[in-house]
């Protein structure tokens, strides 16, 4: 049974910065495509920041800079570096682990974050 937790959200002011991360257990993390997404209210779920199995990434334009997302297969964690927080990053994220060539899909519960002064 896959289950992907992430921890880590909170409430951070604009500038600040916030470290999520996204625990994977019951796959065999190394062979998945990981990412976070993000879906603010009244809003759809958007991609964030993505990387493969190999380790490139991908990020939405609105966070270039100033996300990054990186992986330990060795803790079967993917992690999100956010710094220079704005008011606009408010929304719940959500891990996402992907395996194409299977055609696996599977979502965390999703973690708050607010940036508010």
């Known amino acids: 049974q896959v289950q992907l937790v992430e921890s880590g959200g909170g409430l951070v002011q604009p500038g600040g910065s916030l470290r999520l991360s996204c625990a994977a257990s019951?796959?065999?993390?190394?062979?998945?495509?990981m990412g976070w997404y993000r879906q603010a209210p009244g809003k759809q779920r958007e991609l964030v920041a993505t990387?493969?199995?190999?380790?490139?990434?991908n990020y939405a334009d609105s966070v270039k800079s100033r996300f990054t997302i990186s992986r330990d297969n060795a803790k079967n964690t993917v992690v999100l570096q956010m710094n220079s927080l704005k008011t606009e990053d408010t929304a719940v994220y959500y891990c996402?682990?992907?395996?194409?060539?299977?055609?696996?899909?599977?979502w965390g519960q999703g973690t708050q974050v607010t940036v508010s002064s």
């Open positions: 996402n682990a992907r395996h194409n060539t299977l055609r696996l899909d599977y």
């Open positions: 019951g796959m065999i993390f190394s062979r998945y495509h």
């Open positions: 990387i493969t199995s190999a380790g490139s990434t």
